[in-house]
């Protein structure tokens, strides 16, 4: 079982930054790809899309095309945390952000993930 918990959301204008942070408390962090996912508009049909993720000893990072360029994920497995930094933030980032374990490695896909955080809010003005 590997318990996540994000943070750093908050509301910020277009063109800002924010740095989502993603901890565990398990030893086997470092055994874990992580991967992060965005939902927009909860309960209104929208699906969770991939946004990044990362192998477990950092050697692979995937991004979606929306984010290429804007978005960067790195991890420390000492510190057992995935961070994600996010520049030039648009409106259409306006999202709740998880983070997801997967023991199969760095997916695109949620239903490879085996466990989530609660996510964290990520509103972005125009």
């Known amino acids: 079982q590997v318990q996540l918990v994000e943070s750093g959301g908050g509301s910020v204008q277009a063109g800002g930054s924010l740095r989502l942070s993603c901890a565990a408390s398990?030893?086997?962090?470092?055994?874990?790809?992580l991967g992060w996912f965005r939902q927009a508009r909860q309960g209104q049909g929208k699906e969770r899309e991939f946004v990044a993720s990362i192998s477990w000893s950092g050697g692979t990072i995937k991004y979606a095309d929306t984010v290429k360029g804007r978005f960067t994920l790195s991890r420390d497995n000492a510190k057992k945390t995935a961070i994600l930094q996010m520049n030039n933030l648009k409106p259409e980032d306006t999202a709740v952000y998880y983070c997801?374990?997967?023991?199969?490695?760095?997916?695109?896909?949620?239903?490879?993930?085996?466990?989530w955080g609660q996510g964290t809010q990520v509103t972005v003005s125009s």
């Open positions: 398990e030893s086997t962090f470092n055994t874990y790809s």
């Open positions: 997801g374990a997967s023991s199969i490695g760095p997916r695109e896909n949620r239903w490879d993930y085996s466990y």
